[in-house]
């Protein structure tokens, strides 16, 4: 089957840092994908990974590793509007669609 | 240009009734595809359109759906009967080929309350 889970929620502080877990069971492997999504909001584009390893952009990075079939989503100095849910989602070579987890709520508090 | 344009942004329908979805993808972009989000859930794939191809329709959860996709642009999604159950919102996203290895671009969501 096809699977992606991913924590419900997560709290963390402003200023700190948070690892967000993602972890797949797809019958085709394209990539994966982070979109963040304001409450209200359409999904929007964080990062990309094929490869394994660790992508940096700016205070966002996202990590893969294809033999465990697990990514994570680590955000750095947290800010309130960092509060949003967060989807991790696959490129499925087996049909021509992404397949996306239920999303983790991230809330950032003071 | 524009991003991905959905309307109406709210709707609320009875029980029974038809309703139309209308999705206007990014000018270019060959492929075009529809989600479902309930309250505090992710994303259930519904259906994808790809060029002049076959549509992916594996994803529509029962027959009272249906979509279509005019000259290759604005895609409308027509629920018929409608349920409770059907409420939540739809979001349509487009991307420049379907490569599965391509970022989605999402329009804003039309947001279905049926009564």
């Known amino acids: 089957g096809q699977n992606i889970d991913q924590p419900t929620e997560m709290t963390a502080t402003e200023g700190a840092i948070v690892q967000i877990n993602c972890t797949y069971q797809t019958s085709g492997f394209n990539g994966l994908f982070w979109y963040q999504q304001h409450a209200g909001e359409a999904p929007t584009f964080l990062s990309y990974n094929v490869l394994d390893g660790l992508e940096e952009k700016g205070r966002f990075s996202s990590f893969l590793s294809r033999s465990k079939g697990y990514s994570y989503l680590l955000l750095k100095e947290l800010q309130m509007k960092d509060s949003a849910s967060y989807l991790c989602?696959?490129?499925?070579?087996?049909?021509?669609?992404?397949?996306f987890g239920a999303g983790t709520r991230l809330f950032v508090k003071a | 240009g524009a991003g991905v344009s959905q309307s109406p942004s709210n709707k609320v329908t009875e029980k029974g009734k038809d309703v139309e979805l209308r999705c206007d993808p990014i000018s270019g972009h060959t492929a075009l595809y529809w989600y479902r989000q309930s309250l505090g859930q992710g994303l259930e794939f519904l259906i994808y359109?790809?060029?002049?191809?076959?549509?992916?329709k594996s994803g529509l959860p029962s027959d009272r759906f249906s979509a279509e996709r005019t000259g290759g642009s604005v895609s409308t999604l027509t629920i018929q009967r409608t349920q409770q159950e059907d409420s939540a919102v739809y979001l349509c996203?487009?991307?420049?080929?379907?490569?599965?290895?391509?970022?989605?671009?999402f329009g804003s969501g039309t947001q279905l309350s049926v009564l």
């Open positions: 989602a696959v490129g499925n070579t087996g049909g021509f669609k992404t397949i």
């Open positions: 996203a487009s991307s420049p080929t379907g490569s599965t290895n391509e970022k989605l671009f």
């Open positions: 359109f790809q060029g002049n191809s076959a549509p992916d």
